[in-house]
């Protein structure tokens, strides 16, 4: 294309500059790029322009790019030179941002616009260099006191505390991966070093030093290698098992562009640079997951990595697991049972199946075309073919143990596979069997698992109650326990439909009695416990149930404690219990119409017991207020499945609908958790966890709330419920919480603003329903205090200043309030506002109500809006006297202030007056 050509893209671009339509100039700059041969100098001046308009976009890595293209071109390039300071600098690159203004001032001594930013730069640079000696010098003295293994063992472990907080800064890391040996002599220290505070602190350094850049994680990866990182992950402490995932999570994050955020995303052009070693640290996790020598906490961890990074809005894995045998790996954890212990066994904890169940749901999940569904169904078949062509015993049990947890994780794969001709006629005569009481453990609790769906329940009720009732007598607890979860799981097939009963009446009240036995009985293991939780999980589905539970102090506090031990195997059994108990599950909607027709049609109709009516909701509500029950939701909130983060945050939604549990919440930890479930989780999770912080938001001081940087945190959840898909009352909710934080201050209401919250906002005001159209009129009012809102108020042509002052107008009090406080802050800020109050025809009639209005606060707003429109201009306060307004204030000045209520309004109209006095509308009364 010739050079004319990309000139007209040039000007395209330089019109759309001058428009501030920053994307549009960057298109067109770069057409006149892409279509330039060779590398004439006018390629320098369209790179240059460019890097002007990413920097108005605050895209200041890439205006860099472009300023080194252009100096590659044209060097020395004085506005190059200068753009590639400004996005230096904004990038925190203080060193090169210096060295840029100082060569434009040796060039140019005279260029007036660089010396602002040379003599700011200069300090930085100087004051950067000097805490960077103090920083070598301290680094320099801590090092010696930690590798003296001859030192004190305090002093040791105080200058190891030392070296992990400056690795946390960017100067101090810097100093520590590129000037400094210490990855290297941590490894070394770690090898020998019997000191845990000294050993777990040595590995939070390196964490922190992989948080900082992409360089310097590399630089770490060399000198330590993965390996090492899965070296110190094979641990059976706890403490040292999370910091190695963290560290490995660092990695992956710096790596990819993510952040340690629920809702982060990858930066996709990071990812492909880095795919060689990700993919690497990805495959050495995987070949990982079924190492038979590391610990069961390390196997955990690992996986949980993999589920937190294989998500296709992560890093989008999925597949390559699949092909590097991650599914085979994980049914092996998700079949490994503790009863057999061989040299070859793996070690498991507790929640290793759980989670490894969560993992094949989440890899399932990612499989969003049919040929990739195929070939994951296909490797499950392969594994389980592989075991029932092995003659023994022990295969067949493994193929119970991993379909059971297939029907946990990926449901309909776990269904298909049980299916099959002859699988469920095995666990059935798994489950009879006379003498091996592991094959009627694992058989009792894979019907457990397959009677999730009515047409499997019904078949197991058919063929297994009786199968069921028969273990139910057995000596041992475990298998007893197991066959009561199984019978109180048909037992509730139901639902929450008083009429359906599949066992005789007051069956499903005996069974709960028999779980709580088991929930208390002292000396019951953990295991027995989680049973006797998962089987009322499905009893109280009935309303008689729930009372007598709600009421037993003993098991509410058993259930509490038992979920605060962390083990990922309790969450469902006691989040569920803790559903029914609120009510918090999905209901149907109920439409008379459908009723009626299902009544002609002699259809069954659901109905809901007396016992679930809103008085006796609110009374067990309550009561697991009381009981502690959102320290068990903080411990729970760890799961990694979206079903169960779904159903916790049900129920902190329910807990948050009772003014008095709110400040609970809080104190116990809630908001946390809540924030990061109302950004990860399924859509209708996220939303019940956003209501919740809303709920919150309404009735607490947002300070005390939402302290720190939650308070901003918080914000895009209630901008979430700001959505049509949304019902009445959480867009209600969400507006007065929103309200209530914009009035934290300017960075609570530029966070508004950022997350598009101005726009739905605005929306809502014009909203039928008075509540709701209220709640936002007031949280604008709150947002109008910012000086960015007011100016799209005036900046383009709109009719937003004559809505506010129809909204004076309103009949219900509160709007009409919210309304003229917000005219009364948008006249005071901007003359335009002023100008364009004039555009409605009912301006004369909304000032004339709020000055003639009895209450003072109104009068107060109303003398304020006629101060600022005389103190705009004599122009505008002509045109505002040449209605009665002056009359009206002249009358208003008189009338006597018998309690000081009226002391302010008093003093704005007289300041009002003489202003008028000053203009010549008013005479002085001595001439």
Same mark, same amino acid.
């Given at each position: ?134 920083? $070598? ?18 002093? +040791? ?95 992956? *994050? ?9 809702? @982060? ?12 070693? !990700? ?15 590391? @610990?069961?906490?390390? +196997? ?13 809005? @992560? =890093? ?64 499950? /078949? ?16 493994? &193929? ?156 509410? +506090? ?44 002699? /259809? ?6 007396? =016992? ?15 009981? *502690? ?66 709920? !919150?938001?309404? @009735? ?81 009012? $709150? ?17 937003? &200043? ?32 002023? /100008? ?65 209520? +009226? ?25």
């Amino acid at each position: 294309m010739d050079i004319t050509e990309c000139e007209k893209y040039k000007e395209q671009g330089n019109e759309a500059f001058k428009n501030n339509q920053w994307d549009e100039a960057v298109k067109h700059y770069t057409k006149a790029i892409n279509s330039v041969k060779g590398e004439p100098k006018e390629l320098a001046i369209y790179y240059k322009n460019r890097s002007a308009a990413y920097l108005k976009q605050e895209n200041f890595e890439n205006a860099v790019k472009d300023c080194d293209r252009s100096l590659e071109i044209c060097p020395n390039d004085p506005k190059a030179l200068f753009r590639r300071c400004q996005a230096l600098e904004s990038l925190e690159r203080f060193e090169e941002a210096y060295r840029d203004a100082t060569q434009i001032f040796k060039d140019d001594p005279t260029n007036k616009a660089v010396q602002p930013y040379l003599q700011r730069l200069h300090r930085i640079v100087e004051e950067r260099a000097r805490i960077n000696s103090q920083t $070598n010098n301290k680094l320099e003295s801590m090092l010696k006191i930690v590798f003296d293994p001859s030192n004190d063992k305090e002093k +040791r472990e105080t200058a190891m505390t030392n070296l992990l907080v400056l690795a946390k800064e960017n100067a101090g890391s810097d100093l520590m991966v590129n000037k400094s040996p210490i990855v290297q002599k941590i490894k070394n220290l770690l090898k020998m070093e019997k000191n845990q505070v000294l050993y777990l602190t040595g590995i939070r350094i390196i964490g922190e030093l992989c948080k900082h850049s992409e360089e310097k994680t590399k630089t770490i990866l060399k000198d330590v290698g993965i390996p090492w990182f899965l070296e110190i992950i094979d641990s059976e402490n706890k403490e040292v098992v999370n910091a190695a995932q963290y560290c490995l999570q660092c990695i992956l *994050n710096t790596l990819s562009g993510m952040e340690n955020k629920t809702d @982060t995303k990858p930066k996709q052009e990071l990812v492909d640079k880095n795919k060689s070693t !990700i993919d690497t640290l990805l495959t050495c996790l995987t070949v990982s997951i079924n190492n038979q020598a590391i @610990t069961g906490l390390a +196997r955990d961890a690992i996986i949980e990595l993999l589920i937190r990074n294989i998500h296709y809005n @992560t =890093l989008s894995w999925a597949e390559q697991l699949v092909e590097k045998g991650g599914v085979r790996k994980l049914l092996d954890c998700a079949s490994e049972l503790e009863e057999y212990h061989y040299e070859s066994a793996m070690n498991i904890t507790a929640s290793t199946r759980t989670i490894a169940a969560v993992c094949l749901a989440r890899v399932y999940e990612n499989m969003y075309y049919d040929k990739a569904r195929d070939n994951f169904l296909n490797k499950i /078949q392969e594994f389980i073919k592989d075991k029932l062509l092995t003659p023994d015993i022990e295969s067949k049990v493994r &193929v119970v143990v991993a379909i059971t947890e297939l029907l946990r994780g990926p449901l309909d794969l776990g269904n298909s596979i049980i299916g099959k001709e002859g699988i469920l006629e095995m666990i059935l005569v798994m489950a009879n069997t006379e003498d091996d009481e592991l094959q009627q453990k694992v058989a009792c609790e894979c019907l457990i698992a397959a009677a999730s769906k009515a047409d499997k329940a019904k078949s197991i009720v058919s063929q297994g109650a009786d199968i069921l009732k028969k273990l139910y007598k057995s000596k041992n607890d475990h298998i007893k326990i197991r066959a009561l979860v199984g019978l109180c799981k048909l037992g509730s097939s139901g639902g929450n439909d008083a009429t359906v009963k599949p066992f005789a009446e007051g069956s499903t009240v005996k069974l709960a009695e028999a779980c709580r036995r088991f929930l208390l009985h002292p000396g019951k293991d953990k295991d027995i416990r989680k049973w006797a939780a998962e089987g009322l999980s499905y009893l109280t589905l009935d309303a008689e149930v729930k009372e007598k539970l709600i009421e037993d102090k003993a098991a509410l +506090r058993a259930l509490v404690e038992l979920a605060k031990s962390g083990d990922q195997s309790v969450v469902y059994g006691v989040v569920t219990t803790l559903v029914n108990l609120c009510n918090a599950y999905e209901k149907q909607e109920v439409i008379p119409e459908m009723v009626e027709l299902a009544k002609f049609a002699k /259809q069954h109709i659901p109905e809901e017991h007396e =016992l679930d009516d809103p008085d006796f909701i609110t009374k067990r509500l309550i009561a697991l207020g009381q009981e *502690n029950v959102t320290t068990a939701l903080v411990a729970l909130s760890k799961t990694e499945s979206p079903n169960s983060r779904e159903l916790i945050s049900r129920v902190f939604n329910a807990l948050a609908s009772e003014h008095d549990l709110r400040g609970v919440i809080v104190q116990q930890g809630g908001v946390k958790v809540l924030i990061q479930l109302a950004l990860n989780g399924t859509d209708k999770g996220k939303r019940q966890a956003s209501q919740a912080l809303a709920r !919150i938001g309404i @009735t607490m001081n947002p300070e005390v709330a939402f302290t720190g940087q939650r308070s901003l945190e918080c914000i895009r959840p209630m901008i979430s419920l700001l959505h049509q898909d949304c019902t009445g009352l959480e867009n209600f909710e969400a507006l007065m919480a929103l309200c209530n934080i914009a009035q934290m201050g300017e960075t609570a209401r530029q966070r508004i603003v950022k997350e598009g919250g101005f726009y739905k906002i605005e929306h809502y005001m014009y909203e039928d329903h008075e509540y709701i159209s209220r709640a936002a009129v007031q949280c604008m009012c $709150n947002l109008v205090q910012s000086e960015d809102v007011v100016k799209t108020f005036y900046e383009s042509e709109n009719d937003r &200043v004559k809505f506010v002052v129809s909204c004076c107008l309103d009949e219900d009090q509160d709007t009409a309030m919210a309304a003229s406080g917000m005219l009364a802050v948008l006249t005071g800020y901007s003359e335009k506002c002023c /100008q364009k109050v004039f555009d409605s025809k009912n301006w004369l009639e909304a000032i004339q109500c709020l000055l003639a209005n009895k209450t003072p606060s109104f009068q107060y707003r109303g003398v304020c809006i006629v101060a600022n429109i005389v103190n705009a201009s004599k122009e505008l306060a002509s045109k505002l006297m040449e209605s009665n307004v002056l009359e009206i204030l002249m009358a208003l000045k008189l009338v006597p202030d018998e309690d000081g209520s +009226r002391q302010k309004i008093i003093e704005v109209i007289e300041h009002t007056l003489k202003t008028c006095q000053g203009y010549g509308f008013i005479k002085n009364p001595n001439e």
